[in-house]
Nanobody
Framework: QVQLVESGGGLVQAGGSLRLACATS????????MGWFRQAPGKERDFVAA????????DCADSVKGRFTISRDNVKNALYLQMNKLTPEDTAVYYC??????????????????????WGQGTQVTVSS
């Protein structure tokens, strides 16, 4: 198993930036594809970004492309989400997640919630206008 703890959330003005971090413990994070999801009040949890176990491949939701960047450090057992040009529509609780995935696909990443096996508790991001 792996435990996930997010940090870096907070209150920021529109146009500002935040960097979220996800610290992991337990099994090495290199065993997992990783992702970020977010959930706004009254809405479903949505895909934000994902990265493969190797870190070679990644993808972001269309709504954040060009503004958010996902990265990982398998030595530090950490996952990051750099968020730039934030808007009030980015306000949500952000969750880090880990997916075992296929053992034969170290370059695969996953956008679907059902692919993920472990979740953090989330960190609140609030963007004021």
């Amino acid at each position: 198993q792996v435990q996930l703890v997010e940090s870096g959330g907070g209150l920021v003005q529109a146009g500002g930036s935040l960097r979220l971090a996800c610290a992991t413990s337990g099994r090495a994070v290199s065993r997992y594809a990783m992702g970020w999801f977010r959930q706004a009040p009254g809405k479903e949890r949505d895909f934000v970004a994902a990265v493969s176990r190797s870190g070679v491949n990644s993808d972001c939701a269309d709504s954040v492309k060009g503004r958010f960047t996902i990265s990982r450090d398998n030595v530090k057992n950490a996952l990051y989400l750099q968020m730039n040009k934030l808007t009030p529509e980015d306000t949500a609780v952000y969750y880090c997640a880990a997916a075992l995935g296929s053992p034969y696909s170290e370059n695969a990443y996953y956008a679907a919630l059902r692919e993920y096996d472990y979740w953090g508790q989330g960190t609140q991001v609030t963007v004021s206008s």
